[in-house]
């Protein structure tokens, strides 16, 4: 029901306040593409993909159910306001998570009709599914390059299913269509996705017989990973016991937290997610901590009683259903605590993209006291015990196991907030991770940097629930600075840009400590392969860092310089990764990056040296840089036929943004050699600045710069000369900023500007970095606007996509990536030339 209006201003207001020095945090009008709740790494990253948090499961960023529910129970009545309360679903045609399937399968492009149910397949072999790359769950039959054409015929045993809802249930790895009987269904494009709910139409159940269906599909794998399985489902009649839902009247996204607000009947409820994310704090930094904050008030000034309940699934702790778990309940240092994880324990077992942990523990954890109760049980029990009751069911079993895909158990916790009127009642949950080991580094596992101060991860609950107060207290702090000073640099929209950024950027890393007690930050490359430590992905995600602490980018460089330094990488250019996350056992992507990755080492150095006011940095890997710089030297300038960045777009030679790199380069190790008084110094800034010209004579194409020196009449993206004006390298022509902005002020589409000429494809990170070569305010906002309006506008409801389509505003593909911490260079920009003033 609609309540008073002014009631509601008020009470919003009085939850969104800091206590003691009454400070109002900053508000986002920005809906974003997914809502972060849960980040603490890549591994424990958990969003809501849906405006209303009641909409739809809370989710993993690769997609995977990571079931968190939430219930308010007022005066018997209760009102779900997160997760989804869904009915179960039932499979009339297995997928791979519950039963192999045989099907026919080919490597050989096939006649036309191939998905016909009166296709001839018998010079087609035998499969079993699933099929894919090893990496991929439940694979069979072995497949991870090129094409792969499946047919797999079924039977309906009972012809009354034909009558419920049904639904296709998918998965692929990459460009994947799929047909029944003859109708398609389903046809992708370019990205990959597991477990994808499609409901039928009821024209494609008519199509349904007893006898004689036939699924066909076909599936195209670029690169990396490859997979496919799907089957067909259908409803249970089972009951409900959350059906009613809460009414959602606020969202707000701020850089460490997630504000929710609702009307539940009488009363509203507030509801804070806070991930500690602070990056002048290690150890908040490190922490493998979550907190759930809520706090309800009456709004009609009369009493009423009052319980609130959560519950998740031990799917926070495993790959894959069929896999078996431990469930506990107990207490610890005034703590109820519920814990889970699988029983096999393969420790750092398992690297790859599109995969959740299946090592370690997941916690549930809520304050001990004669209000609070936690339970463990069949969804139904501990359901039921709420809803009729208020409480959770008292077990006596505190410890056992299951396997999922087999027997559903929920771990749950409510407390009882009593009679609530005049004062309101408040409390909160504490969700947390113990990965056990978080990174094996050259065959050696290195542990987070959480443990050096509390090797078991009861301590760090009970740290975490005596220091909560002043935790929130920090996290509003740390939130109100990083959007001031946003707003400072680029004003209202892109400061929500950069809140709705932050998380993903920073929570898509681990801080582990090195063999030698160094420190370490590994990037894993989300949803693009699955590389650790990425150069070419920690570059456009360094403004944030650099910005905040530098001791922080160079955690995120150390183990590259290490890399080359220790011998294990002998080329004389800088590696593209250190492995395959979470495996940091030496490079494994195909292909090198010479120019792109040296550059971005050089140009992060530098960065850093300007940042903290010396080069001391720089200093420790001299040697190093010189042999990188001297490389770029070389073969910067007009680069060979290579991939950059870009490497979805292919390889191409002379590229004129990378030689815009390796100039930058070069000018910032001119830079680092004066800071050091170097006597090579005047040797490198000249020549940075005679290669600058002769960029400009080479790439010129009249109103703008070519995409490739031997292309007229292309153009691209010239971002990589931010560093120009940022850094105050003053190496440049003057006209060269100045004539790409106002170029790309022309040829920007409704959702944002274009990388380059040859598609209409945006990149979020690279978009911003070219606006901030902007001179004018007014020009930056003209660059801005439509990539806050894509953020605002996009149907892609995943976490913040880098990779998009400007004329529709369409996800293409890289989700939850941390280079969206790009988005911070203006922040950056103006912080470093107002220290240089």
């Known amino acids: 029901m609609k309540q008073n209006i002014l009631l509601l201003l008020l009470s919003f207001l009085s939850f969104f306040v800091e206590a003691g020095n009454k400070k109002e945090i900053p508000t986002s009008n920005l809906r974003a593409s997914a809502y972060p709740l849960i980040t603490i790494d890549p591994y424990i990253s958990a969003w809501s993909h849906t405006d209303e948090l009641y909409e739809d499961d809370v989710r993993h960023w690769t997609g995977t159910e990571h079931p968190l529910v939430g219930v308010l129970r007022v005066d018997g009545k209760c009102y779900r306001f997160m997760g989804k309360d869904k009915q179960t679903l039932r499979a009339i045609l297995k997928d791979a998570r519950d039963e192999e399937w045989q099907a026919k399968y080919t490597n050989i492009l096939p006649y036309a009709d191939w998905y016909k149910k009166e296709y001839n397949d018998a010079e087609w072999q035998e499969g079993i599914g699933a099929f894919g790359s090893a990496d991929m769950p439940n694979v069979k039959t072995g497949w991870n390059q090129g094409d792969i054409w499946i047919r797999r015929r079924f039977s309906i045993d009972n012809k009354n299913v034909t009558k419920k809802k049904l639904y296709l249930v998918y998965s692929h790895d990459d460009i994947f269509e799929l047909y029944l009987n003859g109708q398609m269904l389903v046809s992708t494009g370019y990205s990959w996705k597991n477990y994808v709910i499609q409901p039928l139409d009821a024209e494609q159940v008519k199509s349904l017989m007893p006898e004689d269906n036939l699924i066909a599909a076909h599936c ?481 194409d009249g109103d703008h710069y070519r995409l490739s020196f031997d292309k007229p009449d292309t153009w691209s993206q010239k971002y990589n000369f931010v560093w120009d004006k940022t850094l105050g390298l003053n190496i440049l022509p003057d006209e060269i900023m100045k004539k790409e902005v106002a170029f790309y002020l022309k040829n920007q589409n409704k959702y944002g500007l274009p990388l380059d000429y040859r598609f209409t494809w945006g990149k979020t990170d690279d978009t911003v970095w070219s606006a901030t070569m902007a001179d004018s305010e007014s020009d930056f906002q003209e660059l801005i606007r439509p990539l806050w309006k894509y953020v605002n506008e996009t149907s892609s409801r995943v976490p913040l996509g880098d990779w998009y389509e400007t004329l529709n505003a369409d996800y293409i593909n890289f989700r939850a990536r941390s280079v969206v911490g790009g988005v911070f260079m203006k922040s950056l920009d103006c912080y470093l030339r107002n220290t240089r003033k």
């Open 220 to 700: 195209h794998n670029t690169k990396g990973g490859a997979y496919v399985d799907f089957g067909l489902f259908t409803e249970d009649e089972i009951g409900s016991f959350f059906s009613m839902e809460a009414e959602q009247i606020k969202v707000n996204v701020l850089p460490t937290q997630t504000y929710y607000s609702f009307y539940c009947g009488p009363v509203q409820l507030n509801l804070k997610f806070t991930s500690p994310l602070v990056l002048n704090d290690l150890d908040l930094l490190s922490s493998p901590v979550n907190y759930i904050s809520y706090e309800v008030q009456s709004l009609d000034k009369h009493t009423h009683d009052v319980q609130i309940y959560f519950s998740v699934t031990p799917q926070w702790a495993v790959n894959s259903l069929e896999q078996e778990v431990s469930v506990e309940s107990y207490q610890s240092s005034g703590i109820r605590i519920l814990k889970t994880g699988t029983l096999e324990q393969n420790v750092l077992g398992k690297s790859g993209d599109i995969i959740c942990i299946d090592w370690g523990y997941f916690y549930l954890a809520g304050k001990q006291s004669e209000f609070s109760e936690i339970s463990m049980g069949a969804p139904d029990f501990i359901q039921g015990s709420f809803v009729e009751k208020g409480i959770l069911p008292d077990i006596k079993t505190t410890r056992t196991s299951v396997r999922l895909d087999r027997e559903e158990i929920l771990l749950a916790y409510s407390e009882n907030l009593g009679s609530v009127k005049n004062q309101k009642a408040e409390g909160y949950l504490m969700i947390g991770y113990d990965d056990i080991a978080s990174i094996q580094y050259f065959g050696k596992n290195l542990k987070a940097y959480w443990k050096k101060k509390y090797p078991m991860m009861e301590a760090a609950l009970a740290d975490a629930r005596k220091n909560y107060a002043k935790t929130i207290q920090k996290c509003d702090a740390w939130d109100r600075k990083v959007m001031e000073d946003a707003v400072e640099a680029g004003g209202q929209q892109y400061a929500e840009l950069c809140a709705v950024s932050y998380r993903q950027a920073v929570a898509a890393h681990k801080l582990v400590s090195g063999p030698d007690d160094e420190l370490f930050f590994f990037s894993k490359e989300n949803n693009s392969n699955g590389s650790i430590g990425t150069v070419d992905v920690t570059y456009p995600s360094c403004p944030v860092f650099i910005r905040y602490n530098t001791e922080i980018m160079k955690a995120m460089l150390n183990f590259i310089f290490d890399y080359s330094e220790s011998g294990r990488w002998t080329k004389p250019f800088a590696a593209h990764d250190i492995g395959t996350y979470p495996l940091a056992n030496g490079q494994t992507y195909q292909e090198d990056m010479p120019v792109e990755e040296t550059g971005n080492m050089l140009i992060m150095t530098t960065a850093i040296a300007i940042a903290d006011g010396n080069a001391d940095y720089a200093a420790k890997h001299w040697e190093t840089l010189t042999i990188w710089s001297n490389y770029l030297a070389e073969e910067g300038l007009d680069p060979e036929n290579q991939l950059c960045t870009e490497d979805f777009a292919g390889h191409l030679a002379h590229n004129a943004n990378l030689s815009a790199k390796a100039i930058m380069a070069i000018a910032g190790y001119g830079r680092l050699a004066e800071m050091l008084n170097k006597p090579e110094a005047k040797k490198y800034t000249e020549m940075a600045k005679k290669m600058a010209v002769e960029w400009e004579q080479k790439a010129n």
